[in-house]
């Protein structure tokens, strides 16, 4: 006989109507290859009168999540509500302590408050599923938890905000400044209200800080100790650059160990256009993962909207729908690394090669005056691109390009913060750092 499998679901927007819409459709090909029978018992969201791509009075409608849990003891409580903390917090934590299935699409909750949850599901004996919280419909996830599982990963990267991807895809394929590209990404939806957790890289971090602990075994890391830039100072002018040296741009957002040390950034950088993740444009979303066992492998897909999270919301159901309880980051709570105990580099002893782009008066002098600043912070200059007057600059300034060989970040924002007292000097230098192969 089939078991029938009880879901509330909190949150009601785009990834919310998806998974409803999904279920209402697929729902008796979903039941027959889980062998179980699905019923959604409560809905619930902030604003009843908002209009939805499905009938709302199909379902019993709840104000407050945590009186739907209460009222229809579902066996999963599904939380898209999407807050760091307050409600999403408050009825998750309340779904775990009362023997109810998590799933979440929530990555700030999750990077913020797993440490916490986790191993209060772990003592509960249910699953807290969060699929869905990283790459959209791309199942990384799972891959690490379970098929990489025997594998010595040794580093993560990947393109893992499709909003920002699409607005420096959009300057790179299309010429565009950053405000024009910025305009399109909002026009097209790509972009939320707020637009800042996207460009300034915090989304990115939030999902980096969750694959960092996947493959490298250990309790989250304080999100803190991710260095995070995002891409609102990328010029139309440096994507030139960019295609010039054969690189493309990308906000790129890294987990590594080097000498059994945790280096993790999210930041644009300069990559060589050759390169599978160079290639990933538009909304997709791209992920590489290097293993000494497997060398490089590579993902790439859907990372946002509703049809793709849904199928990752989806994918938890099933997962829990085989009564296999499995510890939320892979292995027992108890057993990873200790967050505090891990040895994390401080950003500012990244050690790589750097573009620095400055706006400089065309007189003489002025590069003397920057080359020696460079050299009192031991950076030395692998090439020099000084161009004549460009049209993007006004009055009698010109941009002057330096392509660093390696050096420690400490030296080249030393540096820059020397250089940008110059009086020749129009504009913030923009630093990017370069991946070469």
């Given at each position: 006989?089939?078991?029938?499998?009880?879901?509330?679901?909190?949150?009601?927007g785009?990834?919310g109507?998806?998974v409803?819409?999904?279920?209402?459709?697929?729902?008796?090909?979903?039941?027959?290859?889980?062998?179980?029978?699905?019923?959604?018992?409560g809905?619930?969201?902030?604003n009843?009168?908002?209009?939805?791509s499905?009938?709302?009075?199909?379902?019993?409608?709840?104000?407050?999540?945590v009186?739907?849990?209460?009222?229809?003891?579902p066996?999963?409580?599904?939380?898209?509500?999407?807050?760091?903390?307050?409600?999403?917090?408050?009825?998750i934590k309340?779904?775990?302590?009362?023997?109810?299935?998590?799933i979440?699409?929530?990555?700030?909750l999750?990077?913020?408050?797993?440490?916490?949850?986790?191993?209060?599901?772990?003592k509960?004996n249910?699953?807290?599923?969060?699929?869905?919280?990283?790459?959209?419909?791309?199942p990384?996830?799972k891959?690490?938890?379970?098929?990489?599982?025997?594998?010595?990963?040794?580093k993560?990267?990947?393109i893992?905000?499709?909003?920002?991807?699409?607005i420096?895809?959009?300057?790179?394929?299309?010429?565009l400044?950053y405000?024009?590209a910025?305009?399109?990404?909002?026009?097209?939806?790509?972009?939320?209200?707020?637009?800042?957790?996207?460009?300034?890289g915090i989304?990115?971090?939030h999902?980096?800080?969750?694959l960092?602990s996947?493959?490298?075994?250990?309790?989250?890391?304080?999100f803190?100790?991710?260095?995070?830039?995002?891409?609102?100072?990328?010029?139309?002018?440096?994507?030139?650059?960019a295609?010039?040296?054969?690189?493309?741009?990308?906000?790129l957002?890294v987990?590594?160990?080097?000498?059994?040390?945790?280096?993790?950034?999210?930041k644009?950088?300069?990559?060589?256009?050759n390169?599978?993740?160079?290639k990933?444009?538009?909304?997709?979303?791209?992920?590489?993962?290097?293993?000494?066992?497997?060398?490089?492998?590579?993902?790439?897909?859907?990372?946002?909207?509703?049809?793709?999270?849904?199928?990752?919301?989806?994918?938890?159901?099933v997962?829990?729908?085989?009564?296999?309880i499995?510890p939320?980051?892979?292995m027992?709570?108890?057993?990873?690394?200790?967050?505090?105990?891990?040895?994390?580099?401080?950003p500012?002893?990244?050690y790589n090669?750097y573009?620095?782009?400055?706006?400089?008066?065309?007189q003489k002098?002025?590069?003397?005056?920057?080359?020696?600043?460079l050299?009192?912070?031991?950076?030395?200059?692998?090439?020099?691109?000084q161009?004549?007057?460009?049209?993007?600059?006004?009055?009698?300034?010109?941009?002057?390009?330096?392509?660093?060989?390696k050096?420690?970040?400490y030296?080249i924002?030393?540096?820059?913060?020397?250089i940008?007292?110059?009086?020749?000097?129009?504009?913030e230098?923009?630093?990017i750092?370069?991946?070469?192969?």
């Amino acid at each position: 006989m089939k078991k029938m499998i009880k879901i509330a679901i909190a949150g009601l927007g785009t990834v919310g109507s998806s998974v409803i819409n999904y279920l209402e459709k697929n729902n008796n090909y979903l039941s027959k290859n889980i062998n179980n029978q699905i019923k959604i018992v409560g809905i619930c969201a902030s604003n009843i009168k908002k209009s939805r791509s499905f009938d709302i009075n199909k379902y019993v409608w709840f104000d407050d999540p945590v009186d739907m849990i209460k009222k229809t003891s579902p066996n999963i409580f599904i939380e898209l509500i999407g807050t760091e903390k307050g409600i999403s917090y408050d009825s998750i934590k309340y779904a775990i302590e009362h023997n109810v299935h998590v799933i979440s699409a929530n990555k700030a909750l999750i990077a913020n408050y797993g440490n916490e949850l986790f191993p209060l599901a772990e003592k509960n004996n249910i699953n807290f599923l969060f699929e869905a919280s990283v790459a959209g419909g791309i199942p990384v996830i799972k891959i690490i938890k379970e098929s990489l599982l025997g594998n010595n990963i040794t580093k993560i990267s990947g393109i893992l905000n499709g909003s920002t991807n699409y607005i420096l895809s959009n300057m790179t394929n299309n010429e565009l400044e950053y405000k024009v590209a910025f305009d399109n990404a909002q026009n097209e939806g790509y972009l939320e209200a707020n637009p800042d957790f996207d460009i300034n890289g915090i989304d990115s971090a939030h999902k980096l800080s969750i694959l960092s602990s996947l493959c490298f075994k250990n309790k989250l890391t304080k999100f803190d100790s991710i260095y995070c830039e995002g891409i609102s100072k990328i010029n139309k002018i440096d994507i030139k650059y960019a295609k010039q040296l054969n690189f493309v741009i990308k906000l790129l957002s890294v987990a590594e160990i080097i000498e059994n040390k945790l280096i993790q950034y999210v930041k644009p950088i300069m990559i060589d256009k050759n390169l599978q993740l160079a290639k990933v444009d538009g909304v997709l979303n791209g992920i590489e993962i290097t293993s000494n066992e497997l060398g490089k492998i590579f993902f790439q897909g859907n990372g946002a909207g509703g049809p793709a999270t849904a199928s990752s919301v989806i994918s938890d159901i099933v997962q829990i729908s085989k009564n296999n309880i499995q510890p939320s980051l892979g292995m027992s709570f108890d057993n990873l690394k200790k967050s505090d105990n891990l040895s994390i580099v401080d950003p500012l002893k990244h050690y790589n090669s750097y573009y620095i782009r400055l706006n400089v008066k065309d007189q003489k002098g002025v590069l003397a005056d920057i080359t020696s600043h460079l050299k009192n912070h031991n950076i030395s200059i692998e090439t020099l691109i000084q161009n004549p007057k460009d049209e993007e600059f006004q009055d009698d300034f010109i941009p002057l390009v330096f392509i660093t060989h390696k050096t420690y970040f400490y030296n080249i924002k030393n540096s820059i913060n020397k250089i940008i007292s110059l009086e020749n000097i129009n504009n913030e230098p923009v630093v990017i750092q370069i991946d070469k192969v």
